[in-house]
Structures are given as structure tokens and as C-alpha cells.
Nanobody, 128 residues
């Protein structure tokens, strides 16, 4: 069983930057995809970006492509989400997740009920 814990949420203005961190623990981490999802009030949770720990392959949703960057530090067992050019619509609770069976794209775009582990979430607020 893999466990993930998010940190780094906060507030910033439009155009600003934030970085989120996901600390993962458990057996077989190198075989997992780690991803970032978010849920805004009144909206469904959406997959933003996912990375495969075995080869570093990544997936980005169109809504964040070019603004957000996912990266993995294997020595630290951490996955980061660098968020730049923040927009008001980026306001949401951001969740880290782990998936031991699917590719990054499948994890981010597929059935979220198949995700193995979810963090509790961290709030990001973008306001002027």
C-alpha cells in the first residue's frame, strides 16, 4: 500500500506561482504513477498531471499544459507540481494520488475509482 501526503498549498494572485509537494511512502514506489488532481467548489475532480515513476513519462491536461510542471525526486520519494501563471480558475483543493496499475495518461483521464491512494488535499486560492 502506498500513501501520499500533500503540502504546499496557499494563496497567490493571478499570474503568481506556487509549488505543491507530494510525499509518497510504501513498497514498490518505482512501479507507481503519481498524479495531481483538483476539485473546485461545485465541480468534478479533474486530473491535471501525472508522472510514471518507472520512466518519468508525463501527462498534462489541456487546462494546465504550459503552466504547470510535474517532476519527481526519486531519492526523496516526492513529486512536485510547479504552478506558474496562476489564474482565478485554478482555485481548488489539490489532491495527490498514486496508481499502481495504469499509465500516467490513463490515471489522469480514466476512472478515478481505480486510483489506489489519495491524499487529503491542500487548498490553493488564487485571488486578486
Amino acid at each position: 500500500q502506498v500513501h501520499v501526503v500533500e503540502s504546499g498549498g496557499g494563496a497567490d494572485r493571478p499570474g503568481g506561482s506556487l509549488i505543491l509537494s507530494c510525499a509518497a511512502s510504501g513498497v514498490g514506489l518505482s512501479n507507481y504513477a503519481i498524479g495531481w488532481f483538483r476539485q473546485a467548489p461545485g465541480k468534478e475532480r479533474e486530473g491535471l498531471s501525472c508522472i510514471g515513476n518507472w520512466d518519468g513519462s508525463t501527462y498534462y491536461a489541456d487546462s494546465v499544459k504550459g503552466r504547470f510542471t510535474i517532476s519527481s525526486e526519486k531519492d526523496e520519494n516526492k513529486v512536485y507540481l510547479q504552478m506558474k501563471s496562476l489564474k482565478l480558475e485554478d482555485t481548488a483543493t489539490y489532491y495527490c494520488a498514486a496508481d499502481g496499475t495504469r499509465s500516467p495518461q490513463a490515471m489522469c483521464t480514466g476512472d478515478q475509482n481505480q486510483v489506489d491512494s489519495w491524499g487529503r488535499g491542500t487548498l490553493v486560492t488564487v485571488s486578486s
